[in-house]
């Protein structure tokens, strides 16, 4: 319904006709929008609500936002938005859409990109399953528009949703609870306990401020453990830490408010810098039953890693996080992280109801579902993660959690000798961690070089000036970053010049000699004398001499240039050079020819 009025922007409300087939997530949810006369478009603003923490929207995609623009092809207008920073799409239904979008990012549209289709479901039968079905969300950052095209096929009810969870006080500063614990996963046929593993660090929902209100019941436990499936949430990589609270407010927004789930659907979340975020509620030491692998929740934990790890290789840390949280939970259960179990299916779109089928103690999500998830190059790391949860296992305690670096370390200013290099230490997290600069010199620690400037020193010269900033706090493994100058201590060169003079002939000593340093420079010179040119290499000391034969008598100009070497800067010069005359020859007593001259004896001319 249109509401015309008579001033001169025109406000508009567009219903969402039939929201009860939406399912108790989305219901009389309205979309605000306003019309602008000076907008040639036509296009409405999609307004997000603020009554929360975090910012949303849900729209239904009729006709009037996504109209056919070919067969089997939607499409919609770009359409402007308040701030949102996440983006996924709802419908219910089994035959599933092909959505695209792309997001205009300070001004600029992005390159359209998919919404991959969510196979983190609960099982069919648990009072939390929903009719609902969605894709992965999205997270775009901060965008102010929207463009849409769906292909194949554009169910009745599909939705869009966009989220803007705002960044909270104490997002950017959180940091893991270190305090170690040897208490395991508790379950009623848990095995006899093998040697204890200790529980790694980890973020609590507090943290990142969980609002327990959206959550709908109580947890649900499981009575054993056989597996841990390893996720992605294909969300994006381009997030920073402090973002991480945010977007976990986000997802567990989308999971029970859109999709209709209980609670956030992952036991565990791992960033990109290792850290280690509780999921669902329930208490992470026991057996919670998630909503991460459809037909396989009930007897495993799923651990997310948040990003798209088929764009990005996961990191050292990724891949140690997940291996502490896996050694943690299948110790008492005396599970072989390299073996295999045999799991009863409760239904999936890969494996039937009550089928039993083999699968590794650690998988991958696409063992279970047909996915794509946990992406090509962390389902490739699966070997890695099941080799170092053996070694957790077998140490009888998880590595102390590792400080991540978050911003490199940066060199700045001249590598010339006597100037002064400088550096921007490489940010970590936790951020209060300790940092200490040493600077190097082709890799050795240069003794006394401790500051965040340094001045080059003849010492230096050919040698590549690095530095190496360490981090460390208590409870964590120290990490460095490095960083090396963009190229070598260098110094001026001059060039001293030295001719002798001959008859027809020139030579040209060269000598080359740095500036505050003693050390010889080494490389080639090249002498242009008239049309001759000489290119020769100088020997230990800094010295050639260029020899040019067959000179025209006069004054010559040389000019001499060093090419430069390691360490030493190119340089020229120039010097006048005197070629003497060829002495005539004595005149014979015969006369003009001397000896064998005309009228000589027996003289013959040649």
């Known amino acids: ?325 896996a050694a943690w939970k299948i110790t008492p259960f005396g599970l072989d992280p390299l073996g295999v179990a045999s799991v009863t299916s409760e239904g999936s779109d890969k494996f039937r109801a009550r089928r039993t089928v083999t699968l590794p103690v ?8 047909d996915t794509a998830c946990p992406g090509s190059q962390l389902y490739a790391q699966l070997p890695a993660i099941r080799e170092a949860t053996r070694q957790i296992i077998a140490a009888g305690t998880a590595p102390p959690p590792p400080i991540a670096e978050v911003t490199p370390s940066v060199i700045g200013g001249s590598t010339a000798l006597g100037q002064t290099l400088t550096v921007t230490p490489a940010t970590f997290t936790p951020a209060d961690a300790a940092v200490a600069v040493a600077w190097l010199r082709n890799g050795a620690a240069i003794p006394g070089a401790t500051g965040t400037a340094y001045t080059t020193t003849a010492d230096d010269v050919g040698a590549t000036i690095g530095v190496q900033v360490t981090a460390t706090r208590a409870g964590y493994t120290a990490a460095t970053s490095t960083a090396a100058a963009t190229a070598a201590v260098t110094t001026a060169t001059r060039i001293v010049v030295k001719t002798k003079r001959l008859r027809r002939k020139a030579a040209v000593g060269v000598k080359v000699r740095a500036s505050g340093t003693s050390a010889r420079p080494s490389g080639t010179v090249t002498v242009k004398l008239r049309r001759q040119t000489a290119t020769l290499t100088l020997n230990a000391k800094g010295n050639a001499v260029a020899r040019f034969a067959v000179v025209k008598a006069g004054w010559a100009r040389a000019t001499i240039t060093y090419s430069g070497g390691p360490g030493f800067d190119a340089s020229s010069g120039r010097a006048r050079v005197a070629v003497l005359r060829r002495k005539r020859g004595k005149r014979g007593k015969h006369g003009k020819g001397g000896k064998g001259g005309k009228g000589g004896k027996g003289g013959k001319r040649s």
């Open 362 to 369: 650690i998988d991958g999500h696409r063992d279970t579902n």
């Open 1 to 325: 319904m249109v509401e015309r009025s008579h001033t001169h922007r025109r406000p508009v409300i567009l219903g969402l006709a039939g929201a009860a087939a939406l399912g108790a997530a989305t219901a009389a949810t309205k979309l605000a929008a306003t019309l602008s006369d000076e907008d040639p478009s036509g296009a409405p603003r999609l307004e997000l609500s603020s009554d929360s923490s975090v910012g949303e929207l849900t729209v239904r995609l009729g006709d009037d936002l996504l109209p056919a623009t070919a067969a089997g092809t939607w499409r919609s207008r770009e359409l402007g938005t308040s701030t949102h920073s996440m983006v996924g799409f709802t419908w219910t239904g089994r035959r599933d859409p092909k959505v695209h979008l792309r997001s205009r990012v300070r001004g600029t549209w992005t390159p359209w990109r998919p919404a991959p289709l969510l196979h983190d479901e609960p099982d069919a039968g648990a009072a939390e399953r929903s009719a609902t079905r969605g894709t992965h969300l999205l997270w775009i950052g901060r965008s102010d528009g929207i463009d849409i095209r769906v292909d194949g096929h554009r169910p009745d009810d599909l939705s869009l949703v966009l989220l803007h969870p705002r960044r909270l006080r104490g997002d950017a500063t959180v940091h893991p609870d270190v305090r170690s614990a040897t208490t395991g996963p508790r379950g009623r046929r848990a095995r006899a306990r093998r040697r204890a593993v200790t529980k790694p660090a980890m973020l609590t929902r507090r943290k990142w401020g969980a609002d327990e209100s959206w959550r709908s019941s109580r947890p649900r436990y499981n009575s054993t453990l056989q597996q841990v499936h390893v996720h992605h949430s294909a969300s994006g990589n381009d997030y920073s830490e402090a973002d991480v609270p945010a977007l976990l407010r986000g997802f567990y927004r989308y999971h029970t408010k859109s999709l209709g789930w209980s609670d956030i659907g992952y036991n565990f979340l791992v960033d990109k810098w290792g850290r280690i975020w509780v999921g669902r509620a329930g208490g992470p030491q026991k057996l919670v039953r998630g909503a991460h692998t459809l037909g396989f929740n009930a007897t495993s934990t799923g651990i997310c890693v948040i990003g798209n790890y088929d764009a990005a290789a996961p990191t050292p840390e990724i891949i140690s996080a997940v291996a502490s949280i």
